[in-house]
């Protein structure tokens, strides 16, 4: 704009709190999720398993239509059906963070993008938490909030006896779910900066867990030790739950070294993650 023309002003409407600033990222970021109908489709589909649990435990609590299957009860609602349900869940949510999580840095870096964000007032922060958002949340709908919601509708066809007598599994849902949208999250977002392209990003964490699976299993056999499923992602998460969830261990580590193993693998996927979003990159010759 020419400065003669004297028509410039300074922009005097609403500014965004600095707080929610983070929050722009996500609501566009939100735009590019569902454009692929199989993603949409997929999306669906999780919800099948949830709707199917809601409707057993109904018809567990009724006597006319248990009668008609001549049985006493379908299933047991305990700690154990609730680990069950969030691990058929977790799988969902793995191959939902495959289908979207590739997509949402490394299309910014591809395109040298990044700079455009920066120079409008979002930190480095502002950007991973809003690009992270999106993965929390579409991962908390397809495990965490069904559960509670599977939680409420048992305690208000048993009592709140069982409520009562149940409520510490709802910090166990809250913390399980929580571990795992945080190393799919992380884990997904660092693929994808570092690899740039949406495809070979998510072929590569599908390969970090089940390589990582079979890497631990050669490294018990080679060097005679039990430790290497600390290099299984899934045996680690599952740990962490059989430990929540009061349910014997299917794992020869204890439950705090799981914790640990998932923080630490959190921590260098956000370290790589810091590495590659900034305004500028230097390429040495």
């Not at 809601?54 to 047991?76: E, M, P």
């Amino acid at each position: 704009m020419a400065v003669h023309k004297r028509s410039y002003r300074g922009y005097d409407g609403q500014i965004t709190p600095l707080w929610s600033r983070f929050l722009i990222v996500t609501r566009y970021a939100f735009k590019n999720v569902f454009h692929s109908k199989f993603v949409t489709a997929f999306f669906v589909i999780c919800f099948f398993f949830p709707l199917i649990c809601a409707v057993g435990i109904y018809v567990s609590h009724n006597a006319s239509l248990l009668a008609i299957f001549g049985v006493r009860k379908l299933f047991d609602v305990d700690a154990g059906f609730f680990l069950y349900f969030l691990t058929t869940q977790k799988t969902m949510a793995f191959i939902l963070t495959a289908l979207v999580g590739p997509g949402l840095v490394s299309p910014d870096l591809a395109n040298s993008a990044l700079p455009l964000y920066f120079c409008r007032p979002l930190s480095r922060t502002d950007y991973v938490v809003g690009k992270m958002l999106v993965l929390v949340s579409l991962l908390s709908l397809v495990t965490w909030v069904p559960a509670l919601l599977l939680f409420l509708i048992q305690s208000s066809l048993a009592g709140l006896s069982w409520m009562g007598a149940n409520l510490w599994l709802t910090a166990s849902i809250l913390l399980g779910s929580a571990i795992e949208i945080l190393v799919f999250s992380v884990l997904a977002l660092a693929l994808s900066a570092w690899i740039r392209r949406k495809l070979a990003a998510g072929a590569a964490l599908l390969a970090v867990f089940f390589f990582g699976a079979g890497f631990g299993e050669a490294a018990n056999k080679v060097l005679g030790t039990d430790k290497g499923v600390l290099l299984n992602l899934g045996s680690l998460i599952v740990t962490v739950e059989d430990h929540l969830f009061r349910q014997p261990s299917r794992s020869p580590i204890s439950g705090a070294s799981a914790w640990m193993a998932l923080l630490a693998v959190s921590g260098i996927c956000l370290w790589l993650l810091a590495r590659k979003v900034r305004a500028y990159e230097v390429v040495r010759g």
